[in-house]
């Protein structure tokens, strides 16, 4: 086995133990990359010359006998969306092409007092919008599973990349559900803390409601590690909450016995792929088995999370992006004219089709005539949803669904239908519109060989229990040590 398919905490173990160096994994996930990084193309950037002395510096601090924080000299890889000082931050966008940020995010500098080893900055969706990573200005990211299926989106390079072992973790974003599905559809773990549970500086924006940071890990003991290091208050980031951080390690416990879980039947819709449904279901029954309740819950509102979602998140993207006007930085129209077709001709090469369509719908939903009957009409149906949550999480403690209704599908075939894209988020919405913490865990494969996801939701700032459900369902089954089998073409 090579070491780069190992989770963190097992090469904790082996740095601790001297067995192995940063600089030696650092080393070798450089050469995993150059073998199946031609065919996944899960990378926008590669920063081996910073990740090399990165390396060496955990490697001192190991061979002094320091004490070592969990992630030292672990390799990780980062969504292009979150601002990394020195290293270009492109948010999958050409109009971001050149920008390299000045500072880093607030999780960036939390990392690196960690001492890991940043890999390299990974592809998504453009400005994080899409289900596919197909909206990428660069590339498209290869599902590691089948090279044929998209990864997930938007944080697809992300998710692609730590099921590649090309990363033993990343970071991602998610708005609507751009870390769980990814996850899901790649078979790795994936979660979105509590809204305000990350600090967002540094995090180029997109819904600001909604938006939040969070882990791809191997497994369920990494998550808990990772959002260890990057939870917490930030005076830089006023959404975020302040609340004490616990640590999560200790909700590593393989006991469901006394826990809740509420299964909604609004997710088990005909459009559910009926194999997706088996997985879960059979998931479910594994928690049963393991001594949780499981009973139904309603949450009616569900139905209308995907047209709340596409009403708020592009009217909050289209003030958002207000600022990439040409003007203090990112790309310019080389010859602009006046004030006024400068910004024209800068937005209209800038962005790409699906930024521009959600600076419309938004700009639309905002408008004068509208706003009543578009957004402040999200906003109630919004509430609507989030009482709903609440009303459920008075009887039970986790919320089991499917995380995407389908598996992975193939690159080009939903481009064309935008609606269709949208509807891949339709488990994914509700949470994030009630700012609740969400887990994907893999939960097995359907007859093509494609990961399932199985999606806990817990109530806000309740990560504990979701990672115990979580951790309970990893410890007693299989699924998450099913690895791809990367058909590469040779090229590596
Ligand atoms: N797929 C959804 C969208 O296109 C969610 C994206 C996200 O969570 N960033 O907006």
Same mark, same amino acid.
């Given at each position: 086995?090579?070491?780069?398919?190992?989770?963190?905490?097992?090469?904790?173990?082996? @740095?601790?133990?001297?067995?192995?160096?940063?600089?030696? !994994?650092?080393?070798?996930?450089?050469?995993?990359?150059?073998?199946?990084?031609?065919?996944?193309?899960?990378?926008?950037?590669?920063?081996?010359?910073?990740?090399?002395?990165?390396?060496?510096?955990?490697?001192?601090?190991?061979?002094?006998?320091?004490?070592?924080?969990?992630?030292?000299?672990?390799?990780?890889?980062?969504?292009?969306?979150?601002?990394?000082?020195?290293?270009?931050?492109?948010?999958?966008?050409?109009?971001?092409?050149?920008?390299?940020?000045?500072?880093?995010?607030?999780?960036?500098?939390? !990392?690196?007092?960690?001492? =890991?080893?940043?890999?390299?900055?990974?592809?998504?969706?453009?400005?994080?919008?899409?289900?596919?990573?197909? *909206?990428?200005?660069?590339?498209?990211?290869?599902?590691?599973?089948? @090279?044929?299926?998209?990864?997930?989106?938007?944080?697809?390079?992300?998710?692609?990349? =730590?099921?590649?072992?090309?990363?033993?973790?990343?970071?991602?974003?998610?708005?609507?559900?751009?870390?769980?599905?990814?996850?899901?559809?790649?078979?790795?773990?994936?979660?979105?803390?509590?809204?305000?549970?990350?600090?967002?500086?540094?995090?180029?924006?997109?819904?600001?409601?909604?938006?939040?940071?969070?882990?791809?890990?191997?497994?369920?003991?990494?998550?808990?590690?990772? @959002? *260890?290091?990057?939870?917490?208050?930030?005076?830089?980031?006023?959404?975020?909450?302040?609340?004490?951080?616990?640590?999560?390690?200790?909700?590593?416990?393989?006991?469901?016995?006394?826990?809740?879980?509420?299964?909604?039947?609004?997710?088990?819709?005909?459009?559910?792929?009926?194999?997706?449904?088996?997985?879960?279901?059979?998931?479910?029954?594994?928690?049963?088995?393991?001594?949780?309740?499981?009973?139904?819950?309603?949450?009616?509102?569900?139905?209308?999370?995907?047209?709340?979602?596409?009403?708020?998140?592009?009217?909050?993207?289209?003030?958002?992006?207000?600022?990439?006007?040409?003007?203090?930085?990112?790309?310019?129209?080389? +010859?602009?004219?006046?004030?006024?077709?400068?910004?024209?001709?800068?937005?209209?090469?800038?962005?790409?089709?699906?930024?521009?369509?959600?600076?419309? @719908?938004?700009?639309?939903?905002?408008?004068?005539?509208?706003?009543?009957?578009?957004?402040?009409?999200?906003?109630?149906?919004?509430?609507?949803?989030?009482?709903?949550?609440?009303?459920?999480?008075?009887?039970?403690?986790?919320?089991?669904?499917?995380?995407?209704?389908?598996?992975?599908?193939?690159?080009?075939?939903?481009?064309?239908?935008?609606?269709?894209?949208?509807?891949?988020?339709?488990?994914?919405?509700?949470?994030?519109?009630?700012?609740?913490?969400?887990?994907?865990?893999?939960?097995?494969?359907?007859?093509?060989? !494609?990961? =399932?996801?199985?999606?806990?939701?817990?109530?806000?700032?309740?990560?504990? +229990?979701?990672?115990?459900?979580?951790?309970?369902?990893?410890?007693?089954?299989?699924?998450?040590?099913?690895?791809?089998?990367?058909?590469? +073409?040779?090229?590596?």
């Amino acid at each position: 086995m090579s070491i780069c398919e190992l989770t963190a905490h097992a090469l904790h173990e082996k @740095l601790k133990a001297r067995e192995i160096t940063a600089q030696e !994994l650092t080393e070798a996930v450089y050469e995993r990359i150059a073998e199946v990084e031609p065919d996944v193309k899960g990378y926008l950037t590669l920063t081996k010359d910073s990740a090399l002395e990165q390396a060496c510096r955990a490697d001192t601090g190991f061979q002094n006998g320091e004490e070592m924080p969990p992630l030292a000299g672990i390799p990780i890889a980062i969504k292009d969306v979150i601002c990394t000082r020195g290293v270009r931050t492109t948010c999958g966008s050409k109009i971001l092409e050149n920008f390299v940020p000045p500072y880093d995010a607030t999780v960036m500098t939390k !990392l690196h007092k960690q001492g =890991v080893v940043m890999i390299g900055k990974t592809n998504m969706d453009e400005f994080a919008m899409g289900s596919s990573t197909e *909206n990428s200005a660069y590339q498209i990211t290869h599902n590691p599973w089948n @090279l044929d299926t998209i990864p997930g989106g938007s944080s697809g390079g992300s998710a692609a990349v =730590v099921s590649a072992d090309t990363a033993i973790c990343s970071l991602g974003s998610d708005t609507g559900g751009s870390i769980r599905q990814p996850a899901a559809l790649c078979g790795v773990v994936g979660m979105k803390p509590t809204y305000g549970r990350v600090s967002r500086y540094g995090l180029v924006a997109f819904a600001s409601s909604l938006d939040q940071i969070g882990p791809f890990t191997k497994d369920i003991t990494d998550c808990a590690l990772v @959002l *260890n290091a990057i939870c917490g208050s930030d005076a830089l980031d006023a959404t975020s909450v302040d609340v004490p951080v616990p640590d999560f390690t200790q909700s590593l416990i393989n006991d469901v016995k006394g826990l809740k879980i509420g299964v909604p039947k609004e997710y088990f819709t005909p459009a559910l792929d009926p194999e997706i449904a088996d997985s879960v279901s059979a998931a479910i029954a594994v928690l049963e088995g393991l001594g949780a309740t499981v009973e139904e819950v309603s949450l009616p509102h569900t139905e209308y999370a995907i047209a709340t979602y596409y009403i708020i998140a592009p009217a909050e993207a289209s003030a958002n992006l207000a600022r990439y006007d040409g003007v203090r930085y990112g790309y310019r129209n080389a +010859n602009p004219g006046d004030l006024i077709s400068m910004y024209k001709k800068t937005r209209s090469e800038g962005f790409g089709e699906e930024v521009k369509r959600r600076i419309m @719908l938004g700009t639309f939903a905002l408008s004068a005539g509208y706003q009543d009957a578009y957004y402040k009409k999200a906003q109630k149906v919004r509430t609507l949803i989030k009482s709903d949550f609440d009303a459920a999480f008075e009887k039970v403690d986790v919320i089991a669904t499917p995380t995407s209704p389908t598996p992975a599908f193939k690159i080009g075939e939903r481009t064309a239908d935008p609606l269709q894209m949208y509807l891949s988020d339709v488990m994914t919405t509700p949470a994030s519109h009630a700012g609740l913490p969400g887990i994907s865990v893999p939960c097995g494969l359907v007859k093509s060989g !494609l990961p =399932v996801g199985l999606q806990l939701l817990g109530a806000p700032f309740a990560e504990e +229990n979701v990672l115990r459900v979580a951790y309970t369902f990893e410890q007693n089954t299989e699924h998450h040590r099913q690895k791809p089998h990367i058909q590469t +073409n040779g090229v590596g």
